[in-house]
């Protein structure tokens, strides 16, 4: 480029010039930025977020969008965070196991991959837009399996997936939170997922590609223990924290492959500390982990014993210890089943102190949002608005790889209570 002459005259240029090319900006999604294409520059502020110094432009012609976007570059650079983040809404997105799937697994998943050019369905970010339509999200959280194998090729279609979903609804990757599940820990270097096979890789290398893919959808290192933990401000005034741990923490078998669960306890003490959730607070407090704190089928089919049934094999210490911690609600996923639950949480009775009952603790499981390996071959997301009238569950189901629509809607009532005071949720109430 070649500055051939500087005008001293002043410019009107705000709201009459346009974008004549799209600015290759890095931490957002083809979607998101496709919306500056041939759009009126309204104010300095939508210059101002964006992490570059020159911009292609004309003046502005009849037809070009006139709306203001102010795109903000994401600021938390670590995967534990106490700084507050503003969120535009009261609604969560909340999806898991999508499984995202290539090679011989390709059918694993249900939906069209972004990179794929021949199309008999949406893919999975398109088929969730079009099912809230215009419906505001303030995040999205994301609870493992993102993958079939771990294989580095689906990790990068879960981040491309990832970045159009969050393109899709208006997002950055502060408005994210993610944590892998079994089958995003390549224990194994085989092509295929089986149970059986067997364990060949060492800790740090079967979670050599879940960083990878962490690092390049965050910019910035996974912690050891692949955890995460951020503080929302609600526009409803709640503060909304969630601590979300890496709940495969266990080595699997010896010589086998398992969905077997574990939370290391340092992980969650870790994020609660930063969190400072050794305090009461009037702030409303999720735990997100993949494998479940309790049993989600009415009856467990013998052959799952040695995988402990999708349960974490710690899960009776995990559910006291968020008690403890005023956890609020439990996210998971891992066994494809949409589920609901809520239980009074005790002490043992020989550790009983005069705060043996611990507190009420609420469970919401998602079913897969993408895997064929479904009952009924149904798929799955939940929407969670949280606002002073309570928590407001909407779980959404396809069929078939079909048209997402609400299933059912449960809602739990918030209320101020103790002292110092408290938020406490109230149990389930099913509206439709």
Request: hydrophobic residues 40%; negative net charge.
């Amino acid at each position: 480029m070649r500055l051939t002459g500087i005008d001293t005259e002043p410019l009107n240029f705000f709201g009459h010039f346009s974008f004549v090319a799209v600015p290759r900006l890095p931490y957002y999604s083809e979607a998101v930025l496709n919306r500056l294409q041939d759009k009126v520059i309204k104010s300095p502020d939508e210059l101002r977020g964006m992490d570059t110094t020159i911009w292609r432009i004309r003046p502005r012609v009849e037809g070009d969008s006139d709306k203001e976007i102010i795109l903000t570059i994401h600021s938390l650079s670590d995967p534990v965070s106490a700084e507050s983040v503003d969120l535009g809404s009261n609604t969560i997105l909340h999806i898991t196991d999508p499984h995202y799937a290539v090679g011989k697994g390709r059918d694993k998943h249900v939906w069209t991959l972004e990179g794929e050019t021949r199309r008999s369905k949406p893919t999975l970010a398109e088929a969730i837009k079009g099912a809230i339509n215009n419906r505001s999200i303030g995040m999205v959280l994301v609870t493992g399996d993102l993958t079939f194998t771990g294989d580095q090729r689906e990790f990068e279609e879960a981040r491309t997936s990832l970045f159009r979903l969050l393109g899709l609804l208006q997002l950055d990757v502060d408005r994210l939170v993610v944590i892998p599940g079994n089958h995003d820990i390549r224990w194994t270097k085989l092509e295929t997922y089986e149970e059986d096979s067997v364990v060949t890789e060492a800790p740090e290398e079967a979670k050599a590609n879940y960083r990878e893919f962490y690092f390049k959808l965050f910019r910035h290192k996974a912690n050891p223990t692949l955890s995460m933990g951020r503080r929302f401000l609600l526009p409803s005034g709640i503060a909304l924290e969630i601590c979300a741990v890496n709940s495969s923490s266990l080595a699997q078998g010896q010589d086998f492959l398992a969905g077997m669960g574990r939370i290391e306890e340092s992980a969650f003490e870790g994020v609660a500390n930063a969190l400072d959730w050794k305090k009461e607070a009037l702030s409303f407090r999720i735990l997100a982990l993949h494998h479940h704190l309790m049993l989600t089928e009415n009856l467990e089919p013998v052959t799952g014993y040695g995988r402990g049934f999708g349960i974490a094999i710690d899960a009776t210490r995990i559910t006291r210890m968020a008690a403890r911690y005023g956890v609020h609600l439990a996210i998971h996923g891992h066994k494809h089943r949409a589920f609901l639950w809520r239980s009074g949480v005790y002490e043992l009775p020989e550790h009983a102190q005069p705060t043996w009952q611990l507190g009420d603790l609420s469970l919401i499981g998602g079913g897969s949002a993408g895997s064929s390996e479904t009952e009924g071959q149904n798929n799955y997301f939940n929407l969670l608005q949280i606002d002073n009238s309570g928590l407001r569950v909407e779980m959404y189901r396809a069929n078939r790889g079909g048209i997402f629509q609400q299933m059912s809607t449960w809602t739990a009532g918030l209320r101020i209570d103790g002292d110092p005071p408290r938020l406490v949720l109230s149990a389930w109430s099913k509206k439709s």
